[in-house]
């Protein structure tokens, strides 16, 4: 595992070489915010960098349910035993229903979706609801119900596969040969598009994504990746 800080946010990046799976540490006063729970065998390491870090973890953020964003959070609930927090939406994907609602997009959700996570959701997130420093922003598009997180205090986004950085950037659902994979498990490009709009409405100081490296002073190429979506859009 490799931890890499910036300002106030910890990025841990699992098999950075091959197939590089992040989750983020948020710093707080009063302690740290875990933002997704990488892989199953992923328990042990984020534990270690929390104790390197020196603060307790308060609080756990989903972004969303897909496996490699939730694979270690039975195991960091048993020994943390902290409130979990995810979208209400994204909830029902926790639980392993892939359904939709009749008012949504029926393209099908794809990706891994866990099947055996025992964690019940504390807390149920809506756009706007504030967890210490950080706002939530409803994201959908790699799954329906995706968030991505405002620091309000530097404007860093930890924005989870709503984009890739792996292999240049790329809104969700636009395939980068060299590594497919976010692109292989988004539900809808159309929203996925909409919800790279609106983070980039924000301008964000920094990019914090769930594959590739963080990206500091973003909007240019969020805009040059947005255009290329909005082109595979119109094909």
């Known amino acids: 595992m490799r931890m890499r800080k910036e300002g106030n946010l910890y990025q841990l990046t699992f098999m950075p070489r091959f197939f590089p799976i992040n989750c983020y540490f948020v710093e707080e006063e009063e ?17 270690k960098a929390a104790a390197e870090i020196g603060k307790e973890v308060r609080k756990i953020i989903l972004t969303h349910a897909h496996n490699d964003h939730v694979g270690a959070l039975d195991g960091l609930k048993d020994k943390w035993d902290v409130p979990v927090y995810v979208s209400s939406r994204e909830a029902r994907l926790l639980a392993g229903d892939r359904s939709l609602a009749p008012t949504e997009p029926q393209t099908p959700i794809r990706g891994g979706i866990p099947k055996k996570i025992k964690t019940k959701p ?79 409405g924000l301008m964000p100081s920094l990019l914090a994504v769930g594959h590739g490296d963080l990206l500091s002073s973003p909007s240019g190429k969020i805009n040059e990746a947005i255009k290329k979506a909005e082109e595979r859009l119109m094909k």
């Open 31 to 47: 302690g740290l915010t875990l933002i997704d729970a990488a892989l199953p065998n992923s328990v042990a390491a984020i534990m």
């Open 122 to 200: 504390d807390f149920l997130l809506k756009e706007g609801d504030r967890i210490g420093s950080l706002l939530a922003i409803a994201a959908p598009g790699h799954t329906p119900g995706s968030i991505a997180l405002l620091d309000e205090r530097s404007n860093a986004v930890i924005a989870g596969d709503a984009f890739q950085t792996r292999g240049g950037i790329a809104v969700s659902g636009v395939t980068i040969p060299s590594f497919p994979f976010p692109a292989m498990a988004t539900w809808n490009l159309e929203a996925a598009v909409q919800s790279a709009r609106k983070i980039n």
